[in-house]
């Protein structure tokens, strides 16, 4: 991620104007120097517009009060969440094509997907030209074998950015086939819908709905199915059928291009435990060097084993400050804080028995201390899962020790929680 100087120096660079006397944002400029892009652009196919999608906000960030109000409210639908890869849906006259959420670092563009979805490019959907829609491109198995196993997010993300035609030739041979969920219509045969409320844009969507299954396109393109009664109890269903959760959506609410929006609350399968800091890395970053950069968190599992789940980097500047030492000259994680014990949470542990979007919730400080013998979690059935599929089992952190970053190797003298 280019620093805002570097921006500036580039716009510089290529003669686009600056404003003067304000203060001026990364966006803007990334903005403009993505609207010179499009401006001196030379290749065969004209540019796509440059639509940012509506980014949902996290629930369990609200107030218990609210999420309940929320949950119960008839003013909010909500649907399920896909496991993949936002994709927006431009029906152009040259066929259909997507952009990701994600920019090129060169173009400043926002990444086209199309020529690694050839079935999807080639749908017959000309008759609802100059429409744009909003969804998620995923792969329906929960483990997919590319050149190794891997679960159905890394998967679809490898097969969106590798070659185009490794892409097709994988998909051709294995019937596994991207497909695509749509859940917002922001244009329709060039009409705006994103100032109408999102009740009113489901009904435009469920023209485009109908015309998908009177055509047979509904293997490759999916929509989501609006639940507007007992969400708590859908949540459950969706985790309980493997899936990864629900958007609350405001069906009063317009769509926000670009934003993150309290209209969207995504409310996704986590666990909650607790785990022991039992290493560190050096943070390199301009705004953390001097100091520690991600902490690694590890647990017991059911053969007593000490497993590492993975790093957490998201520490304030004031923690941060407090966990570092400098030893001869390097950052280092001051000896006490090995073996602390933190309240975490991840949505899913993946092929490396890692969890997805780990976080430290709390420090286990004071009343609310916690031995290292509870930092406990069974593996047995993650483990089944990949031994099932030919996936080989990480091995533990054997002689409870564990070196990051050719740093200093910490050592911790744990008793194991399996005996």
């Not at 952009?99 to 017959?124: D, F, I, Q, W």
């Not at 490794?166 to 244009?187: M, P, V």
């Not at 080989?392 to 740093?407: A, F, K, M, S, W």
Request: net charge positive; proline share 4%; with cysteine.
């Amino acid at each position: 991620m280019k620093k805002l100087s570097e921006l500036i120096s580039e716009c510089k660079e290529k003669g686009i104007s600056i404003p003067k006397g304000t203060k001026i944002s990364r966006g803007t400029l990334i903005s403009r120097l993505a609207n010179h892009h499009i401006e001196h652009d030379q290749s065969s196919l004209p540019p796509l517009e440059q639509v940012l999608p509506q980014l949902a906000k996290d629930i369990q960030d609200l107030p218990e009060k609210a999420k309940e109000e929320i949950l119960r409210s008839d003013r909010y639908a909500c649907g399920e969440k896909k496991n993949g890869i936002r994709g927006i849906l431009h029906i152009r006259p040259e066929g259909n094509r997507f952009t990701s959420r994600n920019r090129g670092a060169n173009t400043y563009l926002l990444n086209e997907l199309t020529e690694n979805v050839p079935h999807l490019k080639s749908l017959g959907l000309r008759e609802f030209e100059g429409s744009i829609f909003d969804g998620e491109l995923y792969l329906p198995s929960e483990i997919v074998k590319l050149d190794s196993f891997a679960h159905a997010l890394e998967a679809t993300s490898a097969l969106l950015h590798c070659s185009p035609e490794k892409a097709r030739e994988y998909q051709e041979s294995t019937g596994q086939r991207i497909r695509y969920h749509i859940f917002d219509a922001l244009r329709l045969n060039d009409q705006d819908l994103t100032t109408l409320s999102l009740k009113k844009r489901v009904r435009y969507l469920n023209e485009f709905r109908s015309f998908i299954k009177s055509s047979g396109y509904e293997e490759d393109i999916r929509f989501e199915e609006l639940i507007f009664q007992r969400k708590e109890e859908y949540f459950r269903k969706v985790i309980k059928a493997g899936g990864e959760g629900i958007v609350i959506k405001d069906l009063e609410a317009p769509y926000f291009l670009g934003a993150r929006s309290p209209s969207w609350l995504k409310l996704k399968r986590s666990n909650t435990l607790d785990a022991i800091i039992i290493g560190y890395d050096r943070g390199k970053e301009w705004d953390k060097k001097g100091l520690i950069g991600s902490v690694e968190l590890g647990i017991f599992d059911e053969n007593g084993d000490l497993r590492s789940i993975g790093r957490v980097s998201s520490l304030s500047l004031q923690k941060r400050l407090e966990m570092t030492e400098v030893a001869e000259g390097i950052p280092t994680l001051k000896k006490e804080h090995l073996g602390t014990v933190v309240e975490c949470r991840f949505q899913e542990l993946n092929k490396n028995l890692k969890g997805r979007h780990l976080q430290i919730l709390s420090f286990r400080e004071g009343q609310n201390a916690k031995p290292i013998s509870e930092c406990y979690l069974n593996l047995l059935n993650e483990k089944e899962k990949l031994t099932r599929v030919g996936i080989q089992i990480p091995d533990p952190v054997n002689e409870r020790l564990l070196q990051i970053g050719n740093l200093r190797t910490a050592s911790l003298d744990f008793t194991s929680a399996g005996n």
